[in-house]
């Protein structure tokens, strides 16, 4: 023990003494050929390592990578510091002027926080568990709810309830806070009312499932406050925790049990959150289908950084925790209202270790409109805002210092909506007033500017490029920031004051519209529209000042992108379908009045499926308005469950159209009037873990930084300006407008993907089964 803290001391010098010598060198001054020299060497070298695809030094590649992109950004902040802020006695420029300087700062300290989190993220695969369920441990699944439809529950429900497990070691549970003693007894009748049909239907649900319901008298501190009501009810040794509309794969408790056997230490293993459904910018901007979400950057390579310092925390859902180390802390912390982050944080600090285990094990819903994207973003800002306030993770004792920054890292990229509004407005100062807030020739912004950007864009590219495409990152962040930095702000006021909101879920878009947050986001397009015609004129009239105008219009034109593409965001297309589809192939067959068709499932939803036949071999006469049998074999099944019959899933066809393929595609409705026939459908839509896992392989790939670019500014000039005539009502706003060509994309079989695991569907031991027992009440 004495030798590992000696070599982790030493370590840690070693990395002090070479970031002292890199700052040293990055000081260094040298004329503006050589910088340029320099940096031209520096990004070549770079794009050498970039390029070089061997997996048995990626460690070391991604490090060297780091550091030399680290000293081009540190010679960009000592330049930028000692030559280009405006003098004091022009406080008309030196104040925004510094402001500029300071979000510049905040960036760059999260530059280099961030690539130290995910400079070497890991990879696990899941241990083995016993042969002898006697051997594991009792789980109790917490399915907490609070206003979600009763169809989304219970299929959230049916899929806990299919989990393999042995039947005597799991309970699942559903923790209704929509119908609590306070909610049944208000003075409003229709609230009173409505939470009283409530929670006899899904009393009545959960006794027809074989789930216990629990509900409590208040709704005190929200959802903390309900998981922690459930506690003293509840006696499992692990329990997993699954928002209401995450519903998990027969296998989860396959992948995930077994760390804990693994680590008497260990409180928490967290699975990545997979969307079925897009987000509204995915939605809107036409791109869920080949670029990958917001979601799996966070998912697929910032947890997986954060795990290999102990520092992957609790997000809320799709997680595993040990109830020992809960009820030492006194269960789920609700001082702020990200309860998950929270929770972490003081388990972490008394010395237990967590896992993030990165297989796509649950699928759920991402928010449908806008304004709930804004609101569920403003709840997560304001959350961890009151983290980092109360519970500072830098004089938290009990955390190692890299979890500290990790948790730093965390905390503080909620604050990245002041930064980019003030690179938002930072050109027009000059534009409009002629204010030098940032003092730089073309030359000197070329050779410290530019390829600090580069730098900046490589970096990213090379670590994070197969789960974030180029110039992304900036398009979300200025899709929230107008709104995000007036929650922000209101809670470094007054900490205590936010509140948890439920975030919508599974809603549908009647029709085409705008917004109702759009009209900030709308003044600064007319704003930045006005400072393309104030460089114009300052072109056209200060000739002398070209040198600068140049450089400030280049900025102020990236702008102008940036919010064009958010632009597009705003504008809302209809969503008629709220059971979102995804594109599967999977043999299938059906059962048409007593004949059996071989064919194959082309697409699968809550509600219904396509499915091919070859159209020789179709059945005669019309097939809309005909009942039918569904047979899926089950992918999950291991050998020696399988039975050799597939479960029938009835169903309504819809429609049958010929394809140029020769096939007959048959649409297909389903009929789930029976628990059989509901538990066979959540099993086909979303029993496999391996079908998650390959969606998610489609979108990650990596562009490259320059076909990145280019798809960005493909992006907003395709979206932008006509999403301006909309909502300025002088266009009709299509639909379905063409979305730009993706970029010719680098790919990778799927088993290689970055992040996964490459066990498809594990299957558990013999004499195992989901545990489909006898209803039960509590």
Known sequence: MVAQRFGRLALGLIWVLALVALLAAAAQPVSLPAQIVLMILLLAAMAVLKGTRAHEDASVRRTMLVMIGGFIVARYLCWR??????????PFAFVPGLVLYAAEVYAIVMFFVNNFVVIDPVTRMSPPLPEDPAELPTVDVFVPSFNEDDGLIETTLIGAKRMWYPADRLN?????????????????PQEALKARERHERLKVMCARLGVHYLTRETNAHAKAGNLNAALPETHGDLIAVFDADHVPTRDFLLATVGFFRKDPKLFLVQTPHFFLSPDPLER????????????????????????????AFFCGSAALLRRACLEEVGGFSGLSITEDAETALDLHARGYNSVYYGKPLIAGLQPESYAAFIGQRSRWAQGMTQIFMMKNPLIKRGLRLPQRLCYLASSMFWLFPFSRLMFLIAPLFYLFFGLEIYRATAAEFAGYTLTYLVASL????????????????????????????????KTMIDPRKPVFRVTA??????????????KPLVGVVG????????????????????????????WNTFNLLLASAALGVVCEH???RAAPRVMVKRPARILIDGTLYEGALLDLSQGGARLAIPARQAPKGRLAGRFAELLVDELTAPAHLATGEARPVPVEMRYGRPDDAGNIQIGLRFMPETDAAKEAIVDLVYGSSALWAELLSRRHRRPGVVRGVAHFIRLSAAYGFRSLGFVLGGSRFRANPAPPPPPRLQTEPASAQEGVPPDGNLTPPTGWSGSATAPRTS
């Open 81 to 90: 510091t000692l030559s280009t802020l405006p003098p004091l006695d022009d």
């Open 172 to 188: 699942v549970y559903l923790l209704d806070d929509g119908s609590t003693d306070m909610k049944r007894m208000s003075a409003d």
């Open 284 to 311: 809107n901007l036409k791109t869920f289908e080949r670029m990958p979400s917001e979601n799996e950057m966070f998912y697929g390579m910032i947890q997986r950084g954060l795990d290999r310092w102990n520092g």
């Open 458 to 489: 490589m970096i990213q590219n090379a670590l994070n490029g197969r789960f974030r495409w180029p110039l992304i990152s900036e398009l979300y962040e200025l899709s929230q920031s107008l709104h995000t930095s007036v929650a922000i702000v």
């Open 505 to 518: 879920k599974g809603e549908t878009l009647a029709h085409d519209h705008v917004s109702p947050l759009a």
């Open 527 to 554: 704003l930045l529209i006005l400072g393309m015609g104030a460089a114009l004129w300052r072109w056209w009239m200060e000739p002398a000042t070209r040198d600068v105008l140049l450089v400030v219009t280049f």
């Open 574 to 576: 209809a969503q008629h």
